[in-house]
């Protein structure tokens, strides 16, 4: 009994504190920790709604509404917020313990009418918190009673999404009200034997808006007429000019509309827009393509090529010197990040498009850490790293958290780890650099307005990655060998 008891953290000794804290870097702690499987530790993920927010930013005057709790809505605002560095306007519903006894439908009613009174959106954005997914909530039956009561008006568009929490990551979210939104606006808008001309691009969840904004310029390089669609580039990124204003930029509504009628859909996330590609091929005229994430150059290579190949447009002098730029810079800097060994951790569309990279760059992707991830996924990865003789060795780890990586840091060390601000802590406790990319980045400034996507993604990334190792060397070596040129 004695044993079980509970000390105060008071009464630990220094001396059991630092027992603990070298046991925890030991491989009979990592057997231990890898044989876990009722509890997630800091899990690499967010939840559902987060991810379903974020897609309703993409849309011109969208107002994005959680029916369900408060705190939920303040932490997914919080963390836009924190990331971006921008306001993050959305509304909550706060349900309370009576909604979870009787039901969210009075909360909804409230809420509505009230956001719709006051800040005059386009659209709202319907999505849920775990309560109401748990109490089951009719949303659909609910959004109908408020208009027939007219507490909104009914052209009103409300397109709504479930997005339980305990199941799925934002990635999930984001697909499901990401087709909602469309399905919603293009209700009855197709039209026979219509083609708008136009290419609809689906980034997916990303939180780079660099990277929009790198599309963007691609496509006008090639004069490739196009709807980027859920464009947060302006939404998340709005210039600072001393007004306030709730609903900057996104996807223009009408444009959106107009997917049903497009001459193409590409997505360039496999994993984040399942399900929207899903109706896209069943419900719009144009051909629908899934591209990888344009990361490195043999990706971007793909990208353009099939946009060329799709329009019948040539590849523009202007992209062929920017290639050309990208593949100088990497011959430069290739000897900074040959054979190096990379942990990643992320969403997977974002981890397919960083191995592949890392492999272009003849280094090595060591540990590949998705918290949660298909079987789809670890097989179309291992096609990849098999791919290359830099992916001999390196190891795929799926349905792992963040405590597991830090396990897998501590016994079997990397160079460097490469993923978003919740890395720090396992990077610090093992003394391994750490480079920010996916998302949330809150420590530190600017790395979502750089593109990594594209020709300049490639040099932004490889740039970054090559001067942390030359910073190190700087930092750490000894007077002898600290020289001029590296
Ligand atoms: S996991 Fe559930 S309770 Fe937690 S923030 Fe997300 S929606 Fe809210």
Not at 59 to 65: A, I, K
Not at 189 to 196: L, M, N, P, Q
Not at 393 to 401: P, Q, R
């Amino acid at each position: 009994m004695s044993e079980c008891a509970i000390k105060k953290v008071t009464e630990i000794s220094g001396e059991e504190v630092k027992k603990i804290s070298e046991w925890i870097d030991t491989k009979e702690y990592a057997e231990k920790n890898f044989a876990r499987e009722a509890l997630v530790i800091n899990p690499a993920h967010a939840c559902q709604p987060l991810g379903a927010q974020l897609a309703a930013y993409g849309f011109e005057g969208t107002l994005p509404f959680v029916h369900g709790s408060q705190g939920c809505a303040s932490y997914y605002r919080s963390t836009f917020n924190r990331h971006f560095r921008e306001p993050a306007p959305a509304v909550s519903d706060a349900m309370t313990e009576d909604g979870a006894v009787f039901g969210g439908q009075n909360n909804l009613f409230e809420g509505l009418e009230n956001a719709y009174t006051l800040y005059k959106p386009k659209m709202t954005a319907i999505f849920t918190s775990c309560m109401p997914e748990v109490i089951g909530d009719d949303l659909n039956a609910y959004i109908k009673n408020a208009k027939q009561k007219e507490l909104i008006p009914a052209d009103h568009p409300t397109p709504y999404a479930n997005t339980p929490s305990f199941s799925g990551t934002h990635i999930h979210g984001y697909d499901a009200m990401l087709k909602a939104i469309l399905a919603d606006l293009s209700a009855g808008k197709k039209a026979e034997g219509k083609c708008s001309g136009k290419l609809n691009l689906l980034p997916g969840f990303d939180g780079n808006v660099g990277n929009l904004r790198e599309y963007k310029k691609i496509l006008a390089a090639l004069e490739i007429p196009y709807v980027l669609q859920a464009d947060i580039s302006d939404t998340m990124d709005s210039p600072l000019d001393g007004k306030y204003n709730p609903y900057p930029g996104g996807t223009r509504l009408e444009d959106a509309a107009e997917i049903v009628n497009a001459k193409a859909t590409i997505s360039l996330q496999k994993y984040s827009t399942l399900n929207t590609m899903k109706w896209v091929k069943a419900e719009c005229s144009g051909s629908a393509d899934v591209l990888p994430l344009p990361f490195g150059v043999k990706k971007t290579d793909q990208f353009i090529l099939k946009l060329s190949e799709l329009f019948d447009k040539p590849i523009p002098e202007s992209l062929k010197a920017e290639r050309g730029h990208a593949v100088d810079a990497m011959t430069d800097a290739h000897q900074y990040l040959h054979n190096k060994k990379f942990a990643l951790f992320g969403d997977p569309d974002y981890l397919l498009g960083l191995v592949s990279f890392l492999l272009e760059m003849g280094a090595r992707p060591y540990h590949i850490l998705c918290s949660r991830a298909s079987k789809k996924f670890t097989k179309e990865m291992q096609a990849l790293i098999d791919e290359s003789p830099y992916g001999k060795g390196c190891n795929i780890w799926t349905n792992k958290d963040l405590w597991h990586l830090r396990s897998l840091l501590a016994t079997d060390p990397v160079d460097m780890l490469i993923g978003d601000t919740h890395g720090k802590f396992a990077a610090r406790d093992t003394n391994t650099p750490h480079l920010r990319v996916g998302f949330p980045i809150i420590d530190r400034v600017n790395l979502h307005r750089s593109p990594i996507v594209g020709y300049s993604g490639a040099i932004n990334l490889l740039t970054q990655i090559a001067n942390k190792f030359l910073d190190i060397k700087d930092d750490t070596c000894e007077d002898r060998f600290f020289e001029m040129m590296r």
